[in-house]
């Protein structure tokens, strides 16, 4: 199992934004530096394959690490769906469940190997109403890479978090995106629009069969128009010529979770079908405790 998360296009995205890469062979370890002087390590979206066979060489490089940068803890990033013997000796080798995600543990996955007819007819009778509903509406979709894209898809962004109350993230990261991306053809923008006006857009990658869902926006005037349900179909359809087998519309709400903050998304996520798939996610190997036990609080603080 691979991930875009563990390839060089990846490291090389999130050394513009500021984080420090290592390679364990072929294993991405990215650390961030904090205030004060120290850093954190983090693996993301590994297989336990590929960790089990390298760990010890993985224990001894990243400890190095933690004793010249003054490193808190390293986080490890499971991607294999959750299985009690992986966490066993995981908690072993005195892991512990990390207190919060980078990367969804709670996934919603789409088969897209099957013909459209069967995607559509495995979806929700919702999902493939409300597709037909933006159809009617004569919604068109666009895809591209360039600046003008990215500029449309970020004004409905930053109304989508406004509206939905999220952090925004600066135009920058979606440029860096882009730029490190798109050229080797593992990212590009949606653009569904109505009378040429910009009503959804998403993001989407596409790495080893797996089309990923990364972001999505929505203009605040538009809604009754359904046009999130015709963009995800497409999508679909851009990653079925890819080659792509499985569409990762990424964070759900846990299983039974009704109250959850993914709840309202998890709802119209299961429009589309698929299944809900639980990954082993991330995992803590503290080095630090004390400094652990406040980077905890912070986070928290900072999450709120």
Known sequence: MKSLLQTKQWAALRQAQGWQAHWIDDILILEKSLPLGKSFLYSPEVSWENL???????????????????????????????????????????????????????????????????????MKPKGRYNIRVAQKHGIKIETGKNEEIIAIFYKLFCQTAERDGFEKRPKQYFVNLMQKLAPDGLAEILIAKYNNIPVAAEIVTFYDGVASYLYGASNNDYRNLMAPYLLHFEAIKRAKEKGCQVYDLLAVAPEGAERHKYAGITRFKEQFGGRKIHLVGSWDYVYKPGWYKIFKIAEKFRRK
């Open 52 to 122: 089990d066979t390298k760990y010890k060489k993985i224990y001894e490089y990243t400890k190095k690490i933690a004793e010249n940068h003054h490193t808190i803890f390293l986080r490890l990033e499971i991607l294999d769906v959750n299985d009690d013997k992986i966490t066993s000796k995981l908690k072993q080798k005195g892991f512990i469940k990390a207190f919060e995600e980078i990367q969804p543990e709670w996934r919603q996955i789409i088969d897209i190997a099957r013909s459209e007819e069967e995607i559509l007819a495995q």
